[in-house]
């Protein structure tokens, strides 16, 4: 295998790899492998990612299986966590978002336009918060907690279907 192909094969394993708390969707998916660089000479990588959100508990997983794939493919991997910029849902891509509404997780929508930049008052805005239900698309769904399986889900209820599903909160 030439050095071209095993660097592309490394990194795709990477960026293939699932999240431990939702395994239909990959690290690359969600959107917090943020850059692979390759040193082929030294077989060495060094694999950027950003969390979710600070202390989140899947980090330290995620980071192990980065390092295993490397190793398999006959590399050595650092893993840097970047916290700035901040993680947002809007770096999902639309595979990863169809792959949470598949698994019965209501995708988040888009994140503030601009938030992340936004320095000063925070506006506010009367409008209500609709989540499409993940098994029979109903909008009409109720939050029945903020934090559902995860910090980083609510728990809500269809209430036309009645089956209660997690939603993946838009950051």
């Given at each position: 295998?030439?050095?071209?192909?095993?660097?592309?094969?490394?990194?795709?394993?990477?960026?293939?790899?699932?999240?431990?708390?939702?395994?239909?969707?990959?690290?690359?998916?969600?959107?917090?492998?943020?850059?692979?660089?390759?040193?082929?000479?030294?077989?060495?990588?060094?694999?950027?990612?950003?969390?979710?959100?600070?202390?989140?508990?899947?980090?330290?997983?995620?980071?192990?299986?980065?390092?295993w794939?490397?190793?398999?493919?006959?590399?050595r991997?650092d893993?840097?966590?970047?916290?700035?910029?901040?993680?947002?849902?809007?770096?999902?891509?639309?595979?990863?978002?169809?792959?949470?509404?598949?698994?019965?997780?209501a995708?988040?929508?888009?994140?503030?336009?601009?938030?992340?930049e936004?320095?000063?008052?925070?506006?506010?805005?009367?409008?209500?918060?609709?989540?499409?239900?993940?098994?029979?698309?109903?909008?009409?769904t109720?939050?029945?907690?903020?934090?559902?399986?995860?910090?980083?889900?609510a728990?809500?209820?269809?209430?036309?279907?009645?089956?209660?599903?997690?939603?993946?909160?838009?950051?």
């Open positions: 295998m030439s050095a071209a192909s095993t660097r592309t094969a490394v990194a795709e394993a990477i960026s293939r790899i699932p999240d431990p708390e939702i395994p239909v969707i990959s690290i690359a998916d969600l959107g917090i492998l943020r850059e692979v660089e390759v040193d082929d000479e030294a077989r060495a990588l060094v694999v950027t990612i950003t969390p979710t959100y600070s202390g989140c508990p899947a980090m330290e997983a995620i980071s192990a299986r980065i390092r794939e490397a190793q398999a493919h006959g590399y991997a893993v840097v966590t970047r916290l700035s910029p901040a993680w947002t849902t809007d770096w999902m891509t639309d595979a990863g978002r169809a792959a949470l509404g598949r698994f019965g997780i995708p988040p929508g888009p994140a503030s336009e601009g938030a992340s936004r320095r000063g008052p925070v506006p506010v805005r009367l409008q209500r918060h609709v989540v499409a239900c993940p098994h029979c698309r109903s909008d009409d109720t939050e029945i907690a903020h934090f559902g399986s995860t910090a980083c889900k728990l809500r209820r269809c209430n036309a279907c009645l089956e209660p599903f997690d939603e993946f909160k838009a950051i």
